[in-house]
Structures are given as C-alpha cells and as structure tokens.
C-alpha cells in the first residue's frame, strides 16, 4: 500500500492552490496512485469500479457488488467506503452526490473540474522509488528468461504469451507486448505480435504494471545478425545515453532557457542533435523518443515544443529507435544519479558515450546490448 501520509502534503496544497474541497480519481492509474489498490474489472473500461477522492479525508465510493471486496483486499484501512446500488445510477453521479463542491475529478462529472492527475502524481515519493525497483526487476528478470530460450523458428505471438505467463506468474501485467522478428522489426516500429517467426534476430518490447507504477524495456536477441544491426543498435543507444544526460541537466535547473527545471522539449532537442551526430539524422520522425514514466507508461512525451517540466526523484523511460533496432529501459533520475531499474545483471551490456550537447555533460552509461545465440 501506498504511504498516505506523503500523499495527504501534496493533495493538500493541490486542493489550496486551486479553491477545491475535494478531488476523485477512477482511472485505474489514478486510483492505483491515491490507494495502491485496483479498481479494474474490465480491462477494456477507460474507468474503474470505484473511485478514490480526498477531501480531508480518504474515501471510496463504489457500487454494491465490490464493495466489500474492495475495503477487504484493495485500499488501506484509511479509507472509508460507501457504495450504491448497481441498478440505480452511475458511479460519476455517485460521486457528484456526494463529494462537497467545488471539486475536480478525472472522469465528467457535474460541476467538477477536471484534474491534472499527472502532474499531480509527479514526482515519485520514497515509497513509490521502493516499489518501482521492484517492478523493474521483476520486469527484466520475466522478459529476459524468455529471451534467452527462444529459437529463430518461434511465432511471435508465440513469444509474446510467454512473456504474459512470465510477468503473471510474478504478479505483473503486461499493457504492451511487442515481438519483432528479423523482417518485422525493420519495417514497423510498433510490432504487435503476428504468426510470423523470428528469423534471423528479434527485437521484444513491454510496458509492465503493477500497483499503478508502469516499467519499460527492450532486449534484442540475434540468431544470425545482419551487418548493419550493431551499428543501428549502438547509435540508438548513444541518443538514450544523451536523453538520459540531458534529463539529469534538465532535472537539475542547467538545461534550458527559463528559471527552475527545464522541459521536456529541452530534452527533445538534445535528443534531435544525437540523432544527428551519430549519422541518423531525422530518425526521430519515425517513433516518438519516450518521457517521464510513472503511474503511466509515459507520463509525457518529449515533443520539440513540449513545455512539461522535468523533475526529480522520477521514472524516465526513453526508447530511441534506428530502422530496425531499439534502446530501451526504465531509469530513476534522482540528484546526482541515474539508476537503472529495468536490470537484472545478467545480461549483456556495453560501454556507450553520450553525445555533446550543450549544456549537457558528457557521460557514459552501461547499456543493454544485444545478445548473440
């Protein structure tokens, strides 16, 4: 469960800050951030079965068929829970029913304002840092077990129900699975698994989740690489290498023009001069580069105007891609350090420089590489 009590300083100010009296969230991510809890059933839904809301004080509102699984299994013993009957009315007209107004709230409901539940979710908290190391290292672990048995002949959806056991079987969800294959992965950078086989090499994406904290990785494995792959892979990795400087500068107040933290169109740009000075320029147009990770896969996108600022302690997940190969993991950015989360140290790495960019100091990180069958 989550500490309420580093939620209840920053729910506080939120609510001052704004003139509100309350504030309720029913997305999954949202919930998941406020209780530590799942308010999932259908995972189709855009909205869980209940929604968390401070107003003072922590409650629940749901309806009659989970409430008393929710208080049982789902959210701490702060929270009070009230619940209505199934039949008679919606979850946003139960909350609008009884929340005090003015207040916000991340689905439509009457009178309330919207909620700016990201920025409100940022930065991370001690307790958040904790269970996001576990996650990346359960992720690794699940993803790379898989990696390392498979064969050229294997079907990538083959490959991806594997990797849905392996993260299951450690009471992790997987919203993202992506399979490549040799000729796949030079033509798609989304490849949604098919019935195609590996071939030569594959590239094998996730996005893990659990308790609201999201973690992304890529490994890639080579059977019988092509030529150009090392190279494609090392300058993917060097624009990670510089996205990741960049943050760190960004985070620290020494990367943009303004006062305070810069932003992620700071990072952008040093993205879009790496992509230049490792001989792939404009490759960025093809995929978006990543952002902030947290209680979502990507908090923000980095876009040349974007203006979100970049903060610590924070999940950073940046995933640069060249025609057919990816670099890509989950990093914590706090003060003076980058810690890698998505690791278990037992699989391949190399050296890799990040590019020079103003304003951002030249570093090297240790950098997932790919692994040769």
């Known amino acids: 469960m989550v500490d309420l009590s580093a939620r209840v300083d920053r729910l506080d100010e939120y609510l001052d800050a704004r003139g509100l009296e309350a504030v309720w969230f029913a997305e999954p991510n949202g919930f998941a951030w406020l209780t530590g809890g799942d308010n999932v059933v259908d995972a189709d839904a855009s909205l869980g079965i209940a929604a968390a809301g401070y107003d003072g004080e922590f409650r629940a509102v749901t309806d009659s068929i989970e409430a008393r699984r929710l208080a049982d299994e789902q959210l701490p013993e702060a929270f009070t829970v009230e619940s209505f009957p199934w039949y008679a009315t919606s979850l946003a007209e139960a909350v609008a029913d009884r929340s005090p107004l003015p207040a916000a709230a991340d689905f439509d409901a009457p009178e309330f304002d919207p909620v700016e539940a990201s920025r409100l979710r940022q930065p991370l908290t001690d307790e958040d840092v904790e269970r996001y190391r576990e996650l990346g290292r359960e992720a690794a672990a699940a993803l790379e077990t898989v990696c390392r048995n498979l064969e050229p002949e294997d079907p990538e959806y083959e490959v991806a129900a594997g990797i849905d056991i392996s993260l299951a079987s450690r009471d ?120 902030a990770a947290g209680y979502a896969g990507r908090e923000w996108i980095a876009r040349p105007d974007g203006d979100e600022p970049v903060v610590e302690p924070m999940g950073y997940a940046w995933n640069p891609t060249v025609a057919g190969a990816k670099s890509e993991d989950t990093y914590l950015v706090d003060g003076d350090r980058h810690e890698l989360l998505t690791k278990t140290g037992q699989w391949p790495t190399h050296e890799v420089d990040s590019v020079a960019v103003d304003g951002v100091p030249t570093e090297t990180f240790e950098r997932h590489a790919p692994t040769v069958r």
């Open 172 to 291: 992790v969800n997987t919203p993202v699975v992506l399979v490549g294959g040799a000729e796949r992965a030079k033509s798609y950078r989304h490849f949604v698994p098919t019935d195609a086989t590996l071939g030569e090499y594959a590239l094998v994406s996730i996005t893990a989740e659990r308790g609201g904290l999201y973690a992304s990785l890529t490994r890639t494995v080579a059977f019988d690489p092509p030529d150009w792959l090392e190279r494609r892979h090392r300058a993917a990795a060097r624009v990670e290498a510089t996205a990741l400087a960049a943050t760190r500068a960004a985070a620290a107040g020494d990367l943009g023009e303004g006062e305070g933290p810069g932003t992620a169109g700071d990072v952008f740009e040093a993205i879009s001069e790496a992509y230049d000075a490792v001989g792939f320029e404009d490759e960025w147009k093809h995929h978006h580069q990543g952002g």
